[in-house]
């Protein structure tokens, strides 16, 4: 798989040309070929390690911190670099339209075994931005399925708001509401659904709990400015959102903000929202202080003290926590599991079975040593839910910074900043994990730092995924899943060696061409 330079499109011309949109350099000379399996120099016989519970200001929280003040930086960074014109590859934007993924390129976009169906700009989202949001930046997204029609929904965040796509027809994506932030703007926005409404949170100060009827979205054609339905203030900013559909319940997580009367440490805060207009809070676990995020289910793995109890799996800046939160007045620490190289515990999910958690740190491609180079995957044996142990560590062949994933069926979906959407094939017998399918929504270079996909949602009956780029909008994409099989049967190690080229100058408005390729290559494991 060769992705190679797609000619006739306006405006791509070479170095040698003049006058025209778009000015490439040469291609440099292609990387060394670099495996998805990486042999260990020295062994690692203690991969994880039971821990303390503590609701103490921990240097997790700090890492929060520091994490949230890094990507404005960077983002700074380019903007600035962007008004001097010192930066030219950072004018790249997608091409819109639909585009299979033909020898490495979907458009312009690095692909394996995925199509680009459609992409609309934050304009096209139906963003006006708000007072102060000179550079908006895309963040969390989701999904909803009407249970009327079967229409699918993209739900898609914002730095201003939350947007309402209808992308029953990938391929022409229609706009049909919008939501404002409660407040102010925040890069931070965080969006879950239960039955037909969506919860929506964030990091902008005071905005509490957005609730919204999806179904006044039915049967739209334009987009319409709305309100939300309720708004719970019983908190103010808080970092994420997580639901469980089948026992009514929302637990906002990592609440800062001390002078509300809920903020739980910034551990898991409970609302019932049996009656979706009205969440009403019911229980608060802060005994392990910040939790990041969480998966919380009930319960049906082969562990048979949990069997049918809600468990909540929670990922707390510096270890896996388990909680059992079926007494919503008694909530209770089953296990926290510190592991190996832990920089900042980000994300992660269970497999349907409840077998296996793959989790993903935010900070740990972001060292120095030779261990901290690529993109890493942790997969957990929660057979026992009071021994997590952690079994392997999936190595990508890029190095990029991993922020969500989510599992369905032995595929995990990974929104990985530069490297864009990865999917990652599980074999739980052996806690291996290898690279089935990628699309690149960032495709300027990949590197260990916060641009591209922010977040993916795998989970529409038609099999389209939708992607939420912070730099340019969303992105509706297409598996090409007998591609995938065929990958996954014939246990190909995934192995790559890619090449780039600068952008010399580029005029607003104008498209360039692919600016790094990818072809596949033969890397021996020996190990």
């Known amino acids: 798989m060769i992705a190679l330079l797609l000619l006739g499109l306006a405006g791509y011309v070479s170095a040698a ?19 998805s399996k990486h042999c260990r120099k020295e ?29 404005e930086r960077q983002w700074k960074a380019i903007d600035e670099c962007l008004a001097k014109g010192t930066c030219p590859e950072h004018k790249w934007r997608p091409i819109p339209g639909s585009h299979d993924c033909t020898q490495g390129l979907a458009g312009d976009l690095e692909c394996l075994n995925i199509h680009q169906r459609s992409y609309r700009n934050f304009d096209e989202l139906g963003y006006v931005p708000v007072a102060g949001d000179i550079n908006p930046r895309g963040n969390d ?3 909803w399925v009407d249970p009327l029609n079967n229409d699918e929904y993209a739900i898609a965040g914002l730095s201003g708001g939350t947007s309402f796509v209808r992308i029953t027809d990938p391929q022409n994506p229609v706009t049909v509401g919008f939501i404002y932030t409660a407040t102010t703007f925040s890069t931070w926005r965080d969006i879950k659904v239960i039955g037909n409404y969506a919860y929506i949170v964030s990091e902008a100060p005071d905005h509490g709990l957005q609730v919204f ?66 969440p009403t809070f019911v229980g608060c676990f802060g005994d392990d202080g910040y939790v990041h995020d969480a998966q919380c289910v009930v319960y049906h793995g082969p562990d048979t003290r949990y069997i049918g109890r809600e468990i909540c799996f929670s990922f707390n800046e510096n270890s896996l ?18 592991y190996i190289n832990v920089a900042y515990t980000h994300q992660g999910w269970v497999t349907e079975n409840h077998e296996l958690v793959l989790l993903d740190d935010e900070l740990d491609e972001n060292g120095q040593t030779p ?16 021994n997590p142990t952690l079994r392997s560590i999936f190595e990508a062949s890029v190095r990029s910074i991993d922020h969500n994933q989510y599992i369905l069926g032995d595929l995990t979906f990974q929104s990985n900043y530069e490297s864009g959407l990865r999917v990652l094939h599980i074999n739980e017998a052996t806690y291996e994990l290898n690279l089935v399918a990628f699309i690149d929504i960032y495709p300027i270079r990949t590197a260990a730092e916060f641009n591209g996909a922010w977040s993916v949602y795998p989970y529409f009956p038609s099999g389209n995924v939708v992607i ?31 090449r780039s080229r600068p952008v010399l100058s580029v005029n ?15 890397a021996p494991v020996l190990c």
């Not at 040309?17 to 495996?35: F, H, K, Y």
């Not at 926590?321 to 510190?338: E, F, Q, Y």
């Not at 939420?468 to 995934?494: C, T, W």
């Open 508 to 522: 607003k408005g104008s498209y360039c061409p692919a600016l790094v390729e990818t072809k596949t290559c033969d």
């Open 321 to 338: 926590t388990l909680v059992d939160v079926t007494d919503k007045s008694n909530m209770r620490m089953i296990t926290k599991t510190g």
């Open 213 to 278: 009827d999806l179904t006044r979205l039915r049967g739209r054609t334009s987009i319409e400015y709305f309100e939300p339905d309720a708004v719970n203030n019983d908190f103010g900013q808080a970092h994420n959102i997580v639901a469980n559909e089948d026992t009514n319940f929302v637990y906002v997580v990592g609440s800062r903000r001390g002078d509300y009367p809920r903020i739980c440490a910034g551990g898991l805060q409970v609302f019932d929202v049996k009656e979706p207009l009205n």
């Open 141 to 143: 997204i989701w999904g």
């Open 371 to 386: 261990d901290r180079q690529f993109t890493k995957t942790y997969a957990w044996d929660v057979r026992d839910l009071q």
């Open 43 to 71: 062994p690692l016989p203690v991969f994880s390690y039971p821990m303390e519970a503590t609701d103490a200001w921990d240097e997790g929280r700090d890492a929060m911190g520091k994490i949230m003040a890094e990507k």
């Open 468 to 498: 939420q780029s912070i730099n340019h909008g969303l992105f509706v994409v297409e598996p090409d899943m007998p591609a995938i099989r065929k990958q996954i049967q014939s246990k190909a190690i995934y192995a790559e060696q890619t």
């Open 17 to 35: 040309s003049v006058g025209e949109s778009c000015i490439t350099g040469e291609w440099s000379d292609w990387s060394s070929c670099t495996s």
